[in-house]
């Protein structure tokens, strides 16, 4: 498994930071594949604003958009979050080992 790098580190951080934001990666991930019309109906939100929080989902490599027609799913990146819960915990380790 590739690891990331410091940028994508960075963006992912600054990307999950938004509370809103997270709670909507929470609702992706908690299925294989989300319409994201199904999205709309969970979060009281526009379209245009919710349109914004994907896209900086998809742009950190979370969430990857496919359209179908006129709709949209969005997937959770599994693979991406692991690489990046891998990051952090080589941080944790780091940190121990270094008797911080």
């Known amino acids: 498994m590739s690891e990331l790098s410091e940028q994508q580190l960075q963006e992912i951080n600054r990307v999950i930071g ?25 979060f009281p939100i526009s379209a245009a604003t919710l349109s914004h929080h ?27 979050w692991k690489q990046y819960l891998g990051e952090l915990k080589g941080l944790l380790t780091e940190s121990v080992c270094a008797g911080a």
């Open 54 to 80: 994907l896209k900086e989902l998809e742009a950190a490599g979370l969430v990857a958009t496919e359209k179908r027609g006129k709709f949209v799913d969005v997937t959770f990146r599994r693979k991406v």
């Open 18 to 42: 938004d509370p809103r934001r997270f709670e909507i990666l929470r609702h992706v991930a908690a299925t294989s594949c989300m319409a994201c019309s199904d999205l709309r109906t969970q």
